[in-house]
């Protein structure tokens, strides 16, 4: 079973700041991993896909980059809207599906 | 707009059974893989089954292999969760979701349906 570890668990950040998420793999992964969101009370939301690529809809202000075993999700300039949980998702060797336990971006 | 909608949750003793549906819209729902993942209130995500289109074949988490099992009725676009020999740990929102492996670009979960267990 691969193994996907966030860090950090809590991350305080300014609105209007920026935010920098890791996640890392016990193997590699090579691309095949997507990033969400979940907000309070609502199902998870596909940020980032295949490590780098937005999916439709998300802002520009989203990015993934990342290969192998390690891989950053980075929020440049944080809106209210962003502050969220988000995990990290691999699909390159399962079952099982795998997530990392989560990155809570709050408001500093 | 791609569409799944979970029902069937509830309050169920340990040892008891419950199934859980999801109902699919607006999307071809007999061409893709079908999956349940979970997720204990305040906790992280943690996969629990997956299925294929015509329900062939069947995959299950560690944690719930032997007591649930997952199911599609493709002419009514429905995925089911069956769930038997429930335990306290299986206290969660159950999601319902598309393409976590395959294309995933079109990703897409349920609104969830809350299972809970009492003793």
């Known amino acids: 079973e691969i193994v996907m570890t966030q860090s950090p668990a809590t991350l305080s950040v300014s609105p209007g700041e920026r935010a920098t998420l890791s996640c890392r793999a016990s193997e590699s992964v090579r691309s095949d991993l997507a990033w969400y969101q979940q907000k309070p009370g609502q199902a998870p939301r596909l940020l980032i896909y295949?490590?780098?690529t937005r999916a439709t809809g998300v802002p520009a202000r989203f990015s993934g980059s990342g290969s192998g075993t390690e891989f950053t999700l980075s929020i440049s300039r944080l809106q209210s809207e962003d502050f969220a949980v988000y995990y990290c998702q691999q699909y390159n060797n399962w079952p099982p599906v795998t997530f990392g336990g989560g990155t809570n971006v709050e408001i500093k | 707009q791609v569409q799944l909608v979970e029902s069937g949750g509830g309050v169920v003793q340990a040892g008891g059974s419950l199934r859980l549906s999801c109902a699919a819209s607006?999307?071809?729902?007999?061409?893709?893989?079908m999956y349940w993942v979970r997720q204990v209130s305040g906790k992280g995500l943690e996969w629990v089954a997956f299925i294929d289109q015509d329900g062939s074949s069947e995959y299950y988490a560690d944690s719930v292999k032997g007591r649930f099992t997952t199911s599609r009725d493709n002419s009514r676009k429905t995925l089911y969760l069956q769930l038997n020999s429930l335990r306290l740990e299986d206290t969660a929102v159950y999601y319902c979701a598309k393409d976590l492996t395959v294309a995933v670009a079109g990703a897409v979960w349920g609104q969830g349906s809350l299972v809970t267990v009492s003793s």
């Open positions: 295949d490590a780098s």
């Open positions: 607006t999307f071809a729902f007999s061409s893709y893989a």
